[in-house]
């Protein structure tokens, strides 16, 4: 039997769409609170008005290293604990890496792997002084195959891969569990990058899920016995051929 999420606080970035979306309206109906972080001001506030008062739209740029320093104490002002760590916000960037630019890979690192370190080094302190805590990345399955149209995602998702492990052996003794989620492409707008034939392909042959289905492995996630962990979860379509 899972626990229950009823009274806790998570923050979930990247929160108005995709997979950060689809998560927090799953925590939502879990009986969690959750901060809401994105940089878009006004679908945030629109989304979380519409969600009721358990949700606390909280407007962030992670691309911006003040606001990203900034997150989690603000989120501990407003709501007074984080219980749920959900490091869901990335970009994606397809292709040869001679098509791109330097300042394209500079954004994709700074956001899907600076970006989530730095978060959860500020939610450390937090979380150990209370001697409980859920930390989540959402990486992917790029994270584990090196997928040769998307050399600088597959990197950025094969560090937080590598990030996820070490900091679970770090943090497990002060009671903070470490979690991925590895999905395989979504339905979501981090898609629009894909090489075109690549996407027409998965369209017509089922290799794509839903962000709910993400929601789903990570709530089963969340609500295991404390003495359990899902270091990582890898959920793919059952007809993506990698």
């Not at 994709?108 to 600076?114: A, D, K, S, T």
């Not at 979380?127 to 399955?141: E, L, P, Q, W, Y």
């Not at 679970?168 to 034939?197: M, T």
């Amino acid at each position: 039997m899972g626990e229950s999420l009823g009274g806790k606080v998570a923050l979930v970035t990247g929160a108005a769409s995709g997979i950060g979306l689809a998560t927090t309206r799953a925590l939502i109906g879990a009986g969690a609170r959750v901060v809401m972080v994105d940089r878009d001001a006004d679908a945030l506030g629109r989304i979380a008005a519409g969600l009721g008062a358990d949700a606390i739209a909280q407007v962030t740029d992670l691309l911006d290293a003040a606001d990203c320093d900034a997150m989690i104490p603000a989120a501990l002002d407003r709501v007074g604990r984080i219980d749920i760590l959900h490091c869901n916000a990335g970009t994606y960037i397809g292709g040869d890496l001679t098509a791109t630019t330097p300042a394209a890979i500079d954004r994709m690192l700074n956001l899907n792997v600076n970006a989530v370190m730095k978060n959860v080094h500020a939610v450390i302190p937090h979380m150990a002084g209370r001697g409980s805590g859920d930390i989540i990345v959402t990486a992917s399955v790029a994270g584990h195959f090196p997928v040769p149209w998307e050399p600088v995602y597959s990197a950025s998702k094969w560090a937080m891969t590598c990030f996820v492990q070490t900091m679970r052996r770090q943090l497990f003794g002060q009671g903070i569990r470490v979690g991925q989620v590895s999905p395989g492409p979504v339905v979501s707008a981090l898609l629009a990058d894909w090489p075109e034939e690549n996407l027409r392909k998965a369209r017509e042959n089922g290799s794509l899920i839903e962000p709910e289905d993400i929601a789903d492995a990570v709530l089963y996630m969340l609500t295991r016995p404390r003495n359990v962990t899902i270091r990582d979860m890898i959920v793919l379509p059952t007809n993506f051929d990698i």
